[in-house]
């Protein structure tokens, strides 16, 4: 390998540990092999299938689509994605279709702003891993806890492994088991909690939503409630349902979550002045839900720098989904994070990870605002209007 600038070995020799094999943390590993760096990524699934991936993923030109032309993926990318999944249907809480992308005749973007491919999560994540070097991926490996050891850190795994790593990067989501060993600021909850639900099979199971869909995605607002609705390549439906409740709800409400019957009667009794053809949604035993409180960070957190341990993606700014972006910020972070470590004007790796997390933090605030507000008027009581509005107003 061959470097115009010996500076940019920063981390020449040094061990790497990513935690986490989602979309942000496989990035990462990627544009670091390809600057010659050796790494390993950890994960606690046992292998590359074993876990049902949720929603399909929209990437955006700014952030991941960005970091992917910069790994060299976006040909092998476009074998992939599905390229009218993002064709979209707004429709009022009677299914009533108010805005309708299939019919608006407008040419299929391959390019530019307007470019937002949709792929589903499982071949997206199949194909990150495929670029990487050979036994990158440590399976199985579900983080416990960690002690600082000369300059780096002593990992332990909860399989009984432990590692030494001179730099750890935390990507293991949301419910990060690293974050406390950089900062003790906790989560707000956004005030919305999802139930997130995917029914196998949708067009045998579901066969007026699957139709509706029509391989894209929906978008049902109203009564200060939301339904969102994607189809996947594997023939199967995905949905959130979005509601206010009290931040102990899942606790508090008495519903077994693993029992269909309990949240399908739920579903009937918050849903009421919903009209019966989202009863589809949980009328199936193929299928399976999962409740899911909103959290963000708050906009002003910040934290002292460390030279051995830094993190991204939603470890670091997790936030509602209510603007599409935090695969994309989580990829984003991999390419900055990449960018300031190999940095020809950077002497030490506090220094680059310092200037990565200060950017990192900033542009994070502003995303998470336009989420909360974008979530907010969805979850109005003009939400259907402010989303109709919007939509016609970019196209």
């Known amino acids: 390998m061959y470097y115009q600038n010996e500076k940019i070995m920063l981390l020449k020799n040094k061990i790497i540990a990513v935690i986490g094999g989602g979309p942000g943390g496989l990035t990462l590993a990627k544009l670091l092999q390809m600057k010659g760096y050796k790494v390993k990524v950890y994960e606690r699934d046992e292998d590359q299938y074993v876990r049902q991936q949720g929603a399909t993923l929209d990437l955006h030109e700014e952030s991941g689509l960005k970091a992917l032309i910069a790994a060299d993926l976006l040909n092998e990318f476009k074998k992939h994605y599905r390229p009218n999944a993002d064709k979209l249907r707004i429709t009022d809480h009677n299914a009533v279709i108010h805005v309708d992308d299939?019919?608006?005749g407008a040419p299929l973007e391959k390019s530019g702003a307007s470019f937002r491919p949709e792929i589903d999560r499982g071949p997206f994540r199949d194909l990150l891993i495929a670029s990487l070097e050979k036994d990158t991926l440590v399976w199985n490996s579900k983080f416990v806890s960690m002690q600082s050891l000369d300059d780096g850190w002593n990992i332990l795994f909860d399989n009984g492994s432990s590692v030494y790593a001179d730099l750890v990067?935390?990507?293991?989501?949301a419910n990060s088991r690293l974050r406390k060993y950089l900062t003790p600021i906790a989560p707000i909850y956004s005030g919305l909690t999802i139930v997130e639900g995917?029914?196998?099979?949708?067009?045998?199971h579901a066969p007026k939503l699957w139709k509706l869909v029509n391989g894209g995605k929906i978008f049902a607002l109203g009564m200060e409630k939301s339904i969102i609705l994607s189809a996947k390549g594997d023939g199967s439906l995905s949905f959130y349902t979005g509601t206010k409740e009290t931040e102990d709800w899942v606790k508090t409400s008495g519903i077994n979550f693993e029992n269909k019957q309990e949240i399908y009667d739920w579903f009937k009794e918050r849903?009421?002045?919903w009209g019966s053809e989202w009863h589809e949604l949980f009328e199936s035993d193929d299928?399976?839900?999962?409740?899911r409180p909103q959290y963000h960070f708050p906009s002003d957190q910040?934290?002292?720098s460390l030279s051995n341990l830094t993190m991204l993606g939603d470890a670091a700014h997790r936030m509602p989904p209510y603007a599409g972006e935090g695969?994309?910020?989580?990829?984003?972070?991999?390419?900055?994070?990449?960018?300031q470590l190999t940095a020809p004007d950077v002497s030490d790796t506090k220094t680059a990870i310092s200037k990565y997390e200060r950017a990192m933090c900033q542009r994070a605030t502003e995303i998470t605002e336009v989420t909360l507000q974008s979530m907010e008027k969805m979850h109005s009581k003009e939400g259907l209007k402010f989303l109709v509005d919007m939509f016609r107003l970019i196209h």
């Open 327 to 339: 695969v994309n910020m989580a990829m984003l972070d991999a390419l900055e994070l990449v960018e």
């Open 287 to 291: 299928s399976y839900f999962v409740p």
């Open 302 to 304: 910040q934290w002292e």
């Open 271 to 273: 849903f009421a002045d």
């Open 102 to 104: 299939h019919t608006s």
């Open 169 to 173: 990067i935390a990507a293991d989501g």
């Open 198 to 204: 995917n029914i196998y099979h949708a067009a045998t």
